[in-house]
């Protein structure tokens, strides 16, 4: 198994929950299933089979590469509760 933690601050170790979220969608539309986990819900688990080849591999860090440079520049909006909006840029 191999565990990848998304933080938002390299330093503080902040927990990137909802990008996380945002980023586990994008990869099950481009057929890319794999688990999460971690005390905040940030870390990606990659569970290959054992046939795993090194093209199966390219083709999760490339999903990985367009899914995360789609995000730099998006948008997040979540509900506050209120009704009002929370925005966050990437």
Known sequence: MV??????????KTPA??????????LK?????????????????????MCFTKDDADFIVDALDYAISGMIFAPIVAPIGNGAESKTEF
């Open 3 to 12: 565990g990848i933690e998304l933080v938002t601050d390299r330093k503080e």
């Open 17 to 26: 929950k909802a990008e996380t979220a945002v980023l586990f969608e994008k």
């Open 29 to 49: 539309d481009l057929g890319v299933l794999v688990g999460k986990g971690g005390l905040h819900g940030n870390v990606f688990r990659i569970k290959p089979l």
